[in-house]
């Protein structure tokens, strides 16, 4: 099970704010059967390059390498953990350089997050832009947000962009306006990812491995067994490319 947003690595953004908790955040998703994470710290552009920010990244997922050790010291295989970024989508992202840094590492995927403040027909332009300056296919953070907000025009321009992928929070699994549009996704042939977007061991916690079976046995009704199967596969292709 790949959770492809997560905020796991400590004391870098609003999600884990020590290595305490980001022990225990993976010490539950170990116990949800979840073998690839993506830690996905947010990154906006006027605050940091992104060499700062994958440095920074780095950082933090060393302390928190020492301090699982220290915690587990048994040989205890751990998920995979890939560091990347959720970028914010916002208009100087085009001058940024090295862009390639924010891609989840082993992967051609770059994460973006759309801002709730209004929609713009720039916004997927740019993320494309920046996407095919990294060399990497555009993910969109839980898209599953802003549906209700942006409707049509949004879905309409997201999809119209080549190899855009299209990520859904646990927390949406249960909406009905969220599995329609992501059910017309799959109908599609558009990739889609799940993720839990954790924050912290109690508030936004790690969640997939508690909500992900429940979606699987909606997707097998709708479509067949084979169509989650094919799903999951191709996500892991795009994690191991
Ligand atoms: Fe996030």
């Known amino acids: 099970m790949i959770d492809l947003h997560t905020h796991i690595l400590p004391g870098i953004d609003d999600g884990s ?8 955040m993976m010490e539950m998703m170990i116990e949800q059967s979840v073998d690839t994470i993506a830690a996905t710290p947010h990154y906006y552009c006027l605050d940091a390059t992104p060499e700062e920010h994958r440095a920074k990244a780095e950082a933090a997922f060393a302390r928190f390498s020492d301090a ?5 010291p048994e040989a205890e295989k ?4 890939r560091i990347g970024s959720e970028i914010y989508l916002v208009n100087s992202l085009d001058s940024v350089e090295k862009p390639e840094l924010l891609k989840i590492s082993g992967t051609d995927l770059i994460l973006f997050e759309l801002p709730f403040s209004g929609y713009h027909g720039w916004m997927p332009r740019l ?3 920046v996407a095919g300056r ?4 555009p993910v969109f953070a839980h898209v599953d947000r802003y549906l209700e907000m942006y409707g049509r025009r949004m879905t309409d321009e997201l999809e119209a962009l080549p190899h855009a992928a299209f990520q859904f929070n646990s927390d949406s699994f249960e909406s009905r306006d969220a599995l329609k549009y992501m059910y017309s996704l799959i109908k599609r042939g558009y990739t889609v990812f799940w993720a839990s ?5 109690h508030r936004r916690a790690p969640d997939l491995g508690n909500t992900l079976p429940g979606l699987r046995r909606k997707i097998e009704k709708k ?8 799903i999951e596969a191709r996500q892991y292709r795009l994690m191991n490319k």
Not at 197 to 201: P, Q, R, S
């Open 17 to 24: 704010q020590d290595v305490e908790t980001s022990v225990r």
């Open 68 to 72: 699982w050790k220290e915690r587990h």
């Open 78 to 81: 751990l998920p995979e953990i």
């Open 127 to 129: 993320a494309d832009l």
């Open 134 to 137: 990294a060399g990497a296919r």
């Open 197 to 201: 977007d954790c924050h912290g061991a």
């Open 223 to 230: 479509f067949s067994p084979s169509v989650f199967e094919a």
